[in-house]
């Protein structure tokens, strides 16, 4: 079994990490990443266990390799880039994408291949250049043909990741799993990147009523959409994030805090910002979701680090 990591950030390299054991793994990652990896190994700790993992990296694909499976772990505003540069390898491969937002199989569907819907819910964070630390695990990874039904290379997918010691299952409905996952990342991830305060702070009422309206909001466009939520109401899903998700990922800082640290662009336009711009489509209002949009858009535009003043 021959699998290639495309866009291999924190989440990328951990699973590179762990499949390497199994099987033939190539991750693919920016320049600084790549040489840090071939120089001192990569280190993972935490939740997926602790070890060094050595398996081939580079920032690009060698000429002519077909792999059995392509897995797409970059963030969301990467992947068309993605698709476009990596086409050839893609064009009929099976691909998984685990990415946050809505929109990406799409993308690796319009690019020529063949799209496997996937929902990870776990906190990756960055301890160097070559070590990441896993620091929640909120539920297992699911996998499903996008945009339904399961198949014997879902199930194959499936069995992989289980035999590298990662939680997987199948999921026949993943476009549902995946408008679940949005609206757990578009109802904490900007408000704990501009709050820059961990996710467990957001269930205090000031947080929360914010948050209330961001999830009705996005009910309303699923609905609109055809999606069929895991929950019937709006009120059922916000008490299982006020009740479960929140206490299982209280301490973790948002991916989007991360990014805007850093400088670098967010994937707000595949979250709330796709809900959004699927509510104007369909005519929708959205404000909470837009203003939330624009909020992380000012930010990102003065390029400095989020989070609380130290002054």
């Given at each position: ?12 390299l951990s699973i ?91 993308l690796i569907a ?202």
């Amino acid at each position: 079994m021959k699998v290639l990591i495309l866009g291999a950030g924190a989440v990328g390299l951990s699973i590179a990490a762990k499949l390497s054991k199994v099987c033939e793994v190539r991750a693919v990652a920016r320049p600084r990443v790549a040489k840090a990896v071939e120089k001192e190994a990569f280190r993972l700790t935490g939740r997926w266990g602790e070890g060094e993992y050595r398996f081939p990296i580079g920032d690009s694909v060698p000429a002519g390799e077909r792999y059995d499976y392509a897995i797409l772990t970059s963030k969301a505003v990467d992947t068309r880039a993605i698709c476009a540069c990596h086409s050839e390898v893609l064009r009929g491969t099976e691909t998984v994408s685990l990415q946050n937002g809505i929109g990406n199989e799409e993308l690796i569907a319009s690019s020529g291949g063949k799209a496997i819907g996937g929902m990870i819910i776990t906190g990756f964070e960055w301890r160097g250049d070559a070590a990441v630390h896993v620091s929640v695990e909120a539920g297992p990874i699911k996998l499903g043909r996008f945009p339904e039904g399961i198949d014997e290379r879902v199930l194959s997918a499936v069995e992989l990741f289980r035999g590298a010691g990662m939680r997987a299952e199948g999921s026949p409905a993943i476009r549902s799993e995946l408008w679940a996952k949005t609206l757990y990342n578009c109802a904490l991830n900007p408000l704990g990147a501009l709050m820059g305060v961990p996710y467990g702070r957001l269930a205090e009422a000031s947080a929360w009523r914010i948050i209330e309206s961001v999830v009705r909001e996005g009910f309303a466009v699923a609905a609109a959409e055809g999606v069929a939520l895991p929950w019937a109401r709006p009120e059922d899903y916000l008490s299982y994030l006020r009740d479960a998700q929140i206490p299982s990922t209280a301490e973790h800082h948002s991916s989007m805090l991360q990014d805007l640290s850093r400088g670098r662009a967010t994937e707000i336009d595949f979250l709330n910002g796709a809900i959004a711009a699927r509510g104007a489509a369909l005519g929708i209002a959205t404000p909470v979701n837009s203003c939330l949009v624009d909020l992380v858009r000012f930010r990102e535009s003065l390029g400095r680090p989020a989070g609380p003043s130290t002054s």
